[in-house]
């Protein structure tokens, strides 16, 4: 399609999608604090289990997204379907947003999801694995840098997390999805035709949602990826933008709030990332050389670059507003393609013959101790320096650097 006509056509959906977007911004009601309600509604999302009782999250009558906090019995699973009776609680999140919570109501299992079943139980297994091999603080840090599996941690752990800004490090987010989707493709393409490496990352990205709690915001990296890394391997980036483009718009004109989700704009500014960041690295011969050697380069590169788009949106959204949270970030992040490799071998393995899949764990032991270390450091030996918002200038300069050297290292190329 000539080029012209393909631009008016993407200024004219978008023309329609901010148009759909004011509509829906100004005709939404909140339901109002303190009220009570009933409804039925699907489980979506694998529910966090602790002593506590079980988390997930499921939409109100008025497609208003809410938290929910059950009780532990019975114990629900992603799909089920609930009637639930109480009252609708708001609370300010970290990034100003108020989020709607509901404190063990009144439930009913109206139907049992039949989901994925066989996959939650390979999920629980591997929580299991992890949990009887390493300690609680490395258990749950590998589970999350992983798989986006929320496990209870230590508390002044978790508490360091958020001090330094890495929180998002063990996040269920779409940019776990892109990453892993990233190293799916540019490992199958390597000694797979392009048909069945396409296959099986496809597949890949589906199981690893599935294994991840299919959070929301996983769910719509993982159509993100499919389509993206589908338009990379048959070696049509421009068909990547535009499947990046329309994915957007398709989940954005059917759910509108999806805009104000973290997981949306993570796992889409992540995969453009991938798209227009990660080739930069592979534009010097010598250093894609080094790159196609090194036993962890093609993720390190597909992290990084995910991790740069993404970094404006993980400062304001995780953790305090630290200043520490940038060297952390870049004293702590070489080691999550490592540790997302070795978990996923030792996961699998652990699963097949448990002896092999722990002597494949301890090897994330170094990184994993050394994680632990400099977070311990950070959080609690240095008072965090906060400031109260993130200037806007600042991401607006920050965004128009990266598209500057994009437009330089394609002008060259």
Do not use: C
């Amino acid at each position: 399609m000539n080029p012209k006509i393909t631009a008016l056509i993407l200024l004219a959906l978008s023309f329609v999608l901010i148009l759909r977007l004011a509509i829906h911004f100004q005709n939404i009601q909140m339901i109002p604090h303190g009220s009570e309600v009933v409804f039925e509604g699907k489980i979506l999302n694998q529910p966090k289990v602790s002593i506590r009782g079980q988390q997930a999250s499921l939409t109100l009558p008025n497609s208003q997204r809410i938290t929910v906090r059950f009780l532990l019995d019975p114990i629900l699973r992603y799909g089920d379907r609930v009637k639930i009776s109480g009252k609708v609680e708001y609370f300010e999140a970290e990034n100003g947003n108020l989020v709607a919570f509901m404190n063990y109501p009144q439930f009913g299992l109206v139907e049992k999801g039949t989901d994925a079943n066989l996959i939650l139980n390979v999920r629980e297994s591997i929580i299991k694995f992890f949990n009887s091999t390493l300690s609680p603080s490395s258990s749950s840090l590998i589970l999350g840098i992983t798989f986006g599996i929320k496990q209870e941690m230590p508390e002044q752990f978790y508490l360091n997390l958020q001090k330094t800004g890495l929180m998002h490090v063990v996040a269920a987010s779409g940019m776990n999805v892109t990453m892993v989707g990233g190293f799916f493709a540019g490992f199958f393409t390597l000694f797979l035709r392009r048909q069945i490496a396409l296959f099986a990352s496809v597949f890949g990205i589906i199981f690893y949602a599935v294994l991840a709690g299919l959070e929301p915001s996983i769910v719509r990296a993982g159509v993100m990826g499919i389509i993206v890394f589908s338009a990379q391997i048959m070696g049509r980036q421009s068909m990547a933008v535009l499947g990046l483009f329309f994915a957007g718009f398709l989940m954005l004109m059917a759910s509108p709030g999806t805009i104000l989700d973290i997981g949306f704009q993570l796992s889409f500014l992540a995969t453009a990332g991938l798209i227009y960041i990660r080739p930069i690295f592979f534009l010097s011969s010598k250093l894609k050389t080094i790159i196609q050697k090194s036993l962890v380069g093609e993720d390190f590169v597909t992290t990084l670059s995910a991790q740069l788009a993404t970094l404006p949106i993980l400062l304001v959204n995780f953790g305090s507003y630290s200043l520490w949270s940038v060297p952390a970030n870049a004293f702590l992040l070489f080691t999550v393609p490592p540790l997302m490799i070795i978990g996923g071998i030792s996961a699998v393995l652990g699963i097949i013959f448990e002896p092999l899949g722990r002597i494949t764990v301890y090897l994330a032991l170094p990184f994993l101790l050394y994680f632990e270390s400099i977070v311990s450091l950070l959080g609690e030996r240095i008072t965090p320096v906060s400031i109260d918002r993130f200037p806007l200038t600042i991401i607006a300069g920050y965004y128009l650097l990266i598209a500057a050297i994009i437009i330089r290292a394609r002008y060259k190329r």
